[in-house]
């Protein structure tokens, strides 16, 4: 079984200031873990995933995550946020094999001039 | 490369109504998955399709199926349509099955509205 909990439905940040955006998961297996962020009225889009190579992964615009076993986490962060990117992020467990994928309920960054 | 196509973008229907939703994923791509997302309830999982046969489904009513054809090409149909079928339907293209590690690509998803 596997599930994926976004710890937070909402955040807000000034520009200019870090990103945390918060994922814990759960799985039997070693799981791959997605980011994906959607932009309004669009489709999701790859931020970055993880694949059991290095625990601290750099994916697109600036965004990072770290995998942390013992935690059960896959926190998404960003030095400093851009106006850009208020949107909603997704974060996304794959246990592999025929279990399907499981998407969190996401969390809508917004991000304040 | 072109990306994952859906079609049509938007869509009005009336109750009892039945729809089809069609997608042309990447070139290469066996599998197309497609979910319902509603502000209510997020992204839900309908089904997973890969060279032809359903790989896996999610919880939703028989009203709702799909398939896939030989150039993998999917079609979704919504039979007998309710209020609260009105979603954001997406469409997202793997290489491989989406349960194996593969990256998602998503289509910009069809919006049905039932009244």
């Known amino acids: 079984a596997q599930s994926v909990t976004q710890l937070d439905s909402h955040v807000s940040v000034s520009e200019g200031t870090p990103v945390l955006l918060r994922c814990n998961y759960s799985?039997?297996?070693?799981?791959?873990l997605f980011w994906y962020v959607q932009h309004p009225n669009k489709g999701l889009q790859l931020l970055l995933k993880?694949?059991?190579?290095?625990?601290l992964v750099k994916g697109i615009n600036g965004f990072e995550a770290e995998f942390k076993k013992s935690e059960t986490s896959f926190h998404l962060t960003k030095p400093s946020a851009h106006m850009s990117d208020a949107a909603e992020y997704f974060c996304?467990?794959?246990?592999?094999?025929?279990?399907?994928?499981?998407f969190g309920t996401g969390t809508k960054l917004q991000v304040i001039p | 490369k072109a990306g994952v196509t859906q079609t049509p973008r938007y869509l009005i229907k009336t109750r009892g109504q039945q729809v089809t939703l069609s997608c042309s994923p990447i070139?290469?791509?066996?599998?197309v998955s497609w979910y319902q997302q509603t502000p209510g309830q997020g992204l839900q999982f309908l089904f997973e399709?890969?060279?032809?046969?359903?790989?896996n489904k999610g919880n939703f009513p028989g009203r709702f199926s799909g398939r896939q054809f030989s150039n993998s090409r999917s079609e979704m149909n919504v039979s007998t349509l309710e209020l609260g079928d009105s979603a954001l339907y997406l469409c997202?293209?793997?290489?491989?099955?989406?349960?194996?590690?593969?990256?998602?690509?998503f289509g910009p998803g069809t919006r049905l509205t039932v009244l």
């Open positions: 997202a293209s793997s290489r491989g099955l989406a349960g194996g590690g593969n990256e998602q690509f």
């Open positions: 799985s039997s297996y070693s799981p791959s």
């Open positions: 993880y694949t059991s190579a290095a625990t």
């Open positions: 996304v467990v794959d246990s592999g094999g025929y279990q399907k994928v499981t």
């Open positions: 070139s290469g791509h066996r599998s």
């Open positions: 399709y890969f060279s032809e046969t359903q790989r």
